[in-house]
């Protein structure tokens, strides 16, 4: 099957203009914009069944269609901070198919009136911004971008804006906040972006392979893009496959492709031949699925993965061989969200804390009994606490890590 | 030295991304062009951005401390950021790291006698399918090294010793 977003690695040089526009390119963006309505483009989203590719897996147009119209100007904020250990696909697209993504970001800004989108990607990628910014320059002179584009009233600025190394502005209203030059700590929702986003004003905040399917749905229309997937989860999602498989790396397959397949087929299995042990479905946001047949055969859309107490999220695969031991995991995850979280609130800032001073113990004193106990009962304590959800994500895999693989967290004898 | 009077063309185009009236959302921009000059954000650097946006010294000092990638010390002329999250770890990355102070006979968080290298341990820097990685931060930016092996990094440090200026 074609590539419906990497497509560089049939067409390699589809990041240049012209080979982009010989391949279909901005053909939709100019439909959109000279023939459509911008509610007509929204109504095209919704009926695609595109669902948000950064974690939370929320019906596109459904989240258009609150934007607030009483309220203007308007803004798109593309989600390029990429921060979720374990994910690697919005940076591949970004290099190598950034026109696609930019007709994306254009399509859904003239979709929700906006005249001005930000572009937010985490600051390690430095080069991909300046390359982006390269990229919106060559728009603007082909008059893809700019004032009264092909004719029309209608105007559009894309702009590029730099983090500085914080997984918590990938988080929408934390993003936000960063965009505005204030530390980038997460707002209180509601209210929600689509009515007090930007600078107070309505802002939709999509993830950058959410944008990147647009022009390919505009173009070929709702019906086609629901038939490659499963009636859950329509289209395709880029599989993001790390850990001890044979070939990691991003792997654009249809929902529905299953877990076997995308670690056997596609990433050639386990190193040195052992079996799974873990799946880590979203990255180190994760619960741990146990695996056994059954698992590996499992549907990857968002019900099925459901079913299995975890949730696909970003689809961020890691995988853990039975080389690996689920406590060793946990400190890394821990430590992880120790370091991001950015203190806000006090369950997560305290809880992050403990969690990561109790691993720190049961790994120097081997595992008592009393400080596990201690360990998910903190964890658990966090929950439905915290003001984001970055308080939530650190207790997933500590919780689901204690209950699901308890013979990990065995006591040792602390001489042993 | 003033970086309105240096960078006079970068701060206007900076400042034109924004509307006039938010113009503190250029904080962030301005404070890597400020770390372009030595790496790190000095005191006076801080006090002309404030005064540039109309913010306090402090809230542009709060901003430094919040992110990550911002300095407000010298360290190394090149930070050695390897990434030891996870899915790095899942393939070596501890172990790589481990080699890489032994070589370089530092200890993580450590400068090289010479000034040369700081070495960070980093969480993730979405290159996981391509450990071990790291990335390499100079003054001038930010560059990725990814399916390292101990010594392909350490010819690339020779490399930086002997050029002592510019990442290529
Ligand atoms: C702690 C935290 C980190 C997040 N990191 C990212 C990220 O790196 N990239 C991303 O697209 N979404 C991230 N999200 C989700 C965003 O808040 C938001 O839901 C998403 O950008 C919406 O876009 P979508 O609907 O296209 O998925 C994160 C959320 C949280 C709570
Ligand atoms: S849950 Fe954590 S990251 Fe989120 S606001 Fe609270 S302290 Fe910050
Ligand atoms: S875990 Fe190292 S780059 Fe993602």
Known sequence: MASVILRHREIPDINKLNIYKKNGGFVAFKNAVTKMQPSEVTDVVKNSGLRGRGGAGFPTGVKWSFIDNKNWPHYVVANADESEPGTFKDREIMESNPFQFLEGVALASYAVGANAAYVYLRGEFWQVAAFLDEKIAEMEAAGYLGENLFGTEYSLKIYTHLGAGAYICGEETAMLESIEGKRGQPRIRPPFPAVYGLYGKPTVVNNVETLTNLPLIIQNGADWYKSLGTPDSAGVKIFSLSGRVRKPGNYELPFGTTFRQLIYEHGGGILDGHPVKAIMPAGASSSFILVDDKVLNTPMDYASVRTLGADLGSASVIVIDDTVSIDWVINKTIHFFKHESCGKCTPCREGTYWMMHLIDRIHKNGHSKADVDLLLNVARQMQNKCLCPLGEFSTMAVVTGIERFSQDFKVVSRNS | ?168
């Open chain 2, 1 to 168: 030295m003033s970086l309105a009077k240096k960078y006079s063309k970068e701060v206007k185009q900076i400042l034109s991304k924004y509307p006039a009236e938010h113009k503190r959302s250029a904080v962030m921009p301005l404070l890597y062009l400020a770390q372009r000059e030595e790496g790190y954000i000095n005191k006076e650097a801080m006090q002309e951005i404030g005064k540039l946006l109309d913010i306090t010294e402090t809230e542009v000092a709060s901003i430094v401390g919040f992110y990550t990638l911002y300095h407000d010390k010298k360290e190394g002329k090149y930070r050695m950021q390897v990434c030891t999250d996870l899915p790095c770890a899942l393939r070596g990355a501890d172990q790589f790291m481990e080699s890489l102070c032994e070589h370089l006979g530092i200890k993580v968080g450590e400068t090289t006698a010479d000034g040369l290298i700081t070495l960070e341990s980093v969480t993730c820097l979405a290159g996981c399918d391509k450990a071990p990685m790291f990335q390499l931060q100079s003054p001038d930016g930010l560059e990725y090294h990814e399916n390292m092996t101990v010594d392909k990094t350490m010819e690339l440090i020779e490399a930086l010793k002997k050029s002592g200026t510019e990442v290529k």
